[in-house]
């Protein structure tokens, strides 16, 4: 994995997904909470996929491309809690001048690329793999963050044409559909659905998955690497306030309020949680 390091470039144990789904939420609580305010949602949603993913990947030869900027908060706790970033380094999060932009750019460490700008990280990461193709030889796997509010960008499809068109199918997407973006529900603003038919039609493999399970999600991937001649994408259904009780009924999934007291109580019920596991 080609990664712009900041501390370790590896994970220094053996990832347990379960486990590291739920130390992302707890990290990403912990980043935010300086601030008040964020993009907890964003980790408390994809925290399986990024889990499973990172899980299996290949980190001399796989790439990790996290398409939504605001997304960049789920690679960094996830390398946090692997060891790759340092505690202090984690709580510069979205300060100034920081190495760990609040909404990714391309110096962001972990990922390969991400960009602030939505529906461009399906681009890349086909270019990504087709580079690998055309120069033969062994190649990596090629997997990418997506989030649902992106297929309201057109260029998210051609994207997709492109990548069923010359058989990428080293390339995984994780398409995180939490039916969220900063205007409201994605339901009530541009329907998307049946996002799992449309993606088939355009010549992809995929399945459609609760993305909270995290075995439900390993064996997807699985799947996907055993795919050939179609790329893939794991539709992964999820929810912004899963994992995180205290929320309150009207928390704002895309960009959570979180005052000293919510903060508290919220890294105390990820403590207990991440203690069961």
Not at 3 to 13: D, E, L, M, S
Not at 61 to 78: E, K, L, M, N
Not at 80 to 95: H, I
Not at 167 to 185: C, E, F, H, I, K
Request: hydrophobic share 40%; proline share 5%; with cysteine.
């Amino acid at each position: 994995m080609n990664i712009t390091a900041v501390g370790n470039t590896k994970p220094a144990t053996d990832i347990e997904p379960r486990r590291l789904a739920a130390q992302i939420r707890l990290e990403a609580t912990r980043m935010i909470a300086p601030q008040g305010f964020g993009y907890l949602g964003q980790a408390l949603s994809s925290a399986e996929q990024v889990a499973a993913a990172f899980a299996v990947l290949d980190w001399d030869r796989d790439r990790f491309i996290c398409s939504p900027g605001h997304y960049i908060i789920v690679p960094y706790a996830a390398a946090a809690a692997l060891g790759m970033l340092s505690r202090e380094q984690l709580d510069s999060y979205g300060k100034n001048g920081s190495t760990l932009e609040a909404i990714g750019t391309e110096s962001s460490p972990i990922v390969d690329y991400t960009c602030g700008s939505l529906g461009q990280g399906l681009s890349a990461a086909a270019g990504f793999a087709l580079a690998d193709d055309l120069r033969g030889g062994p190649k990596g796997r090629v997997f990418a963050l997506v989030s649902d509010g992106e297929l309201e960008e057109g260029q998210t499809w051609e994207a997709a044409l492109f990548a069923a068109h010359h058989g990428l199918d080293r390339l995984t997407v994780l398409l995180d559909a939490n039916d969220s973006q900063v205007d409201g529900p994605i339901s009530g603003i541009t329907t998307i659905e049946p996002i799992a038919r449309k993606w088939e039609s355009f010549g992809w493999h995929v399945v459609d998955i609760d993305g909270h399970d995290v075995d439900a999600v390993a064996a997807a991937l699985r799947d996907a690497d055993a795919e050939t001649g179609k790329p893939s994408v794991l539709v992964c259904r999820t929810s912004t306030v899963h994992g995180l009780d205290c929320l309150p009924d009207d928390a704002d999934g895309h960009f959570i309020k979180l005052p000293p007291e919510l903060a508290a109580a919220a890294e105390a019920e990820l403590t207990r949680t991440l203690e069961t596991l």
